[in-house]
């Protein structure tokens, strides 16, 4: 509704009072009244080709280039290079990381983080609670006031409440081993995030490889 919260209308008949055929602001003595106005290119008009909300805009990715980004940002989060090379704090950490299943079961955001915190992920949870900044720009004008560093992602088979735990923990996500992505994987297109796994999650992907291998062959 930009620039159409107005009272201007076209004369009718528009021709026969010596000026141009667009929409004037109705009234008189008043600072607007008998002003261009709810038309695209006139001062406090609306936009010529606005963005339509119901537009839908993507790109399509071939499935088996989506496979590869996925396969190689898997076998990114065991290069401890590449994990540090992203800003996390794994300095005595061997990478991957493998957790038992029973993380599947945390339901309360304490025993999540003193569960991190036994595995030497101290660090890690300060850096990203420690990187909140205020943005500027348009980025806050549209809601985004506030940015955050990514922190370590779990990956579980089923989610039996752990998802609910981190959600109140700053940079942590979870994530089914069945719907894991690129973007979760490699958020902001550098591959290398911090991935802690269970081992029945690491069992499924191992078998969901073999399968895959075995179709294409």
Known sequence: MAGERTTAETHSPPTGTGRSRIPRVK????SRSGLAGGVASVVKGRLPHPPRSEKV?????????????TAS???????????????????????????SDEIETVEKTSELVSFLEKVDLGPELLRVSQST??????????????????????VV???RGVG??????PGVGVARVDSLNVTELAP???????????ESSLGSLAASIKEGISVAA
């Open 27 to 30: 009234g008189e003595m008043y």
């Open 57 to 69: 805009i993507h790109l399509k990715v071939n499935k088996k280039e989506r496979h590869l980004a």
């Open 73 to 99: 940002a898997i076998a990114f989060t065991a290069d401890l290079e590449a994990v540090k090379g992203r800003g996390h704090r794994v300095k005595k950490l061997a990478l991957p990381l493998v957790v």
């Open 133 to 154: 900044k205020r943005n500027t720009g348009k980025s806050r004008l549209r809601g985004r006031a506030y940015s955050r560093r990514v922190g370590p992602l779990i």
């Open 157 to 159: 088979t089923n989610d």
């Open 164 to 169: 609910r735990a981190a959600a109140s923990v």
């Open 188 to 198: 902001g297109g550098v591959p290398g995030r911090l991935v802690l796994w269970t």
